[in-house]
């Protein structure tokens, strides 16, 4: 069973080619590490200081891979600095996988935009990352925060991963996650019942009104709420 996991931690998707561009800035990033700890490291600390999260992306991001390591900036969100977290890591011979879920409360650190400050969370979906690691088996890992600290907790976009506000934070979540999250699948390449068409990943509500797709990420128009107690 745990070999099939792995397996399954290993392969491309279609989000997650793990040849061309993403093998290659693997080998780049990882070149001279020796073990899964330190090919890990060494990817979650390329990703803190050369991508960026994008305000202007929608949602929690598309998770195309290659898109992201072709962008301007490389920037993007959750689902798309973890997803390349995870495709690197996948191309670097470490199983990985990305976690779709949601914030339901606060974060401990303090930071606004880590957490739910609210009951109303239907705009609170967070993927989160996992890598398994040959010496202690699946670990947390969060890039993605850490860029979000950086990009939008203040005023001004920190560009530094050592400026006093974020080395906290960046520290933290390589190897934890903050329990203010629900995960709900690590499914990718998904078709629901009824449909034609696979979705990258399942984080938002989805439906379908006499064939046509409502917009997950305009939870008004579609209209869903998702609330905390």
């Known amino acids: 069973m745990l070999q099939a996991v792995l397996q399954a931690a290993l392969r491309p998707t279609g989000n997650k080619p793990l040849d061309g561009i993403v093998a290659q800035r693997a080998a780049e990033i990882t070149a001279g590490a020796t073990t899964d700890v330190d090919k890990v490291r060494a990817i979650y600390a390329w990703i803190v200081a050369h991508c960026c999260r994008n305000l202007d992306t929608p949602g929690c991001g598309p998770g195309d891979t290659v898109a992201t ?3 301007a900036g490389l920037g993007g969100k959750c689902a798309d600095l973890n ?3 995870v ?3 996948r191309a670097s011979g470490v199983p990985a996988r990305d976690i779709y879920g949601i914030r339901v409360a606060p974060s401990e650190f303090g930071f606004k935009q880590l957490g739910a400050n609210s009951a109303a969370i239907s705009g609170a979906q967070h993927c989160r990352a996992e890598v398994w690691l040959s010496a202690y088996g699946w670990v947390a890992m969060d890039p993605a925060d850490v860029l979000k600290v950086m990009r939008a907790e203040t005023e001004t976009w920190i560009k530094d991963p050592t400026d006093p506000v974020v080395t906290q934070v960046n520290d933290a979540l ?3 996650w903050e ?3 629900v995960g709900y699948n690590t499914a ?3 078709t629901l019942q009824g449909t ?3 979705l990258p990943f399942l984080m938002y509500p989805q439906g379908e009104i006499a064939g046509q797709r409502l917009d997950e990420l305009d939870a008004g128009a579609f209209v869903y709420e998702i609330t905390t107690a």
């Open 69 to 71: 390591l072709t962008s």
């Open 83 to 85: 997803g390349l977290f």
């Open 87 to 89: 495709a690197l890591a």
């Open 174 to 176: 390589f190897g934890n």
């Open 179 to 181: 329990g203010n999250w």
């Open 188 to 190: 990718e390449d998904v």
């Open 196 to 198: 034609d068409h696979a």
